[in-house]
């Protein structure tokens, strides 16, 4: 009768983190870029300020 071998303990923890830090890696990857997709789509609330928007420091000239 052949018994299969046990598996060494320290093995299977590691395997376990390795597997929940990846799924966890990947699912912030994914929400990261469905985040910058998303934002890319939005129109921002203020518009972009160009150079002649903005006051010279010295005051009104």
Known sequence: MSRSPLSDPLETVLSWIWAVGTAAGLATAGLLAHTE???????????????????????PV
């Open 37 to 59: 997709h998303s934002s890319a789509q939005v129109p921002s609330a203020q518009p972009t300020l160009s150079a002649e928007d903005v006051p010279p420091a010295n005051g």
